[in-house]
């Protein structure tokens, strides 16, 4: 069973940086897939970025490519999702998800994850 907490939501202007954290409980996080996904007000839940357990792969969707970067550290069971040149359509709360399964990674954006941490909201204003 992995447990997992996101941290560092928060109101920021457009074309501001947030770091999200997502830490875990239990070692076994170190093999495990991560993701971030996040959901606006009346729209369903999207993907937003994945790693693999190394963190030597990533994958966004697309509208965050090249602005936001997602990275983990093993040995903080700890996954991060750094964002930058926020937009108010970013505007959403925020989700990390954890899965053991590799066929989670190759999925992408269809992957299904069995753990979800409970959501940070991140506001941008105009």
């Known amino acids: 069973q992995v447990q997992l907490v996101e941290s560092g939501g928060g109101l920021v202007q457009a074309g501001g940086s947030l770091r999200l954290s997502c830490a875990a409980s239990?070692?076994?996080?170190?093999?495990?897939?991560m993701g971030w996904f996040r959901q606006a007000p009346g729209k369903e839940r999207e993907f937003v970025a994945a790693?693999?357990?190394?963190?030597?792969?990533?994958s966004y969707t697309n509208s965050v490519k090249g602005r936001f970067t997602i990275s983990r550290d093993n040995a903080k069971i700890t996954g991060y999702l750094q964002m930058n040149s926020l937009k108010p359509e970013d505007t959403a709360v925020y989700y990390c998800?954890?899965?053991?399964?590799?066929?989670?990674?190759?999925?992408?954006?269809?992957?299904?994850?069995?753990?979800w941490g409970q959501g940070t909201q991140v506001t941008v204003s105009s």
């Open positions: 998800a954890a899965d053991p399964r590799d066929m989670t990674w190759h999925a992408g954006p269809r992957g299904v994850y069995a753990y």
């Open positions: 239990g070692r076994t996080f170190s093999s495990y897939v």
């Open positions: 790693i693999d357990w190394s963190g030597g792969r990533t």
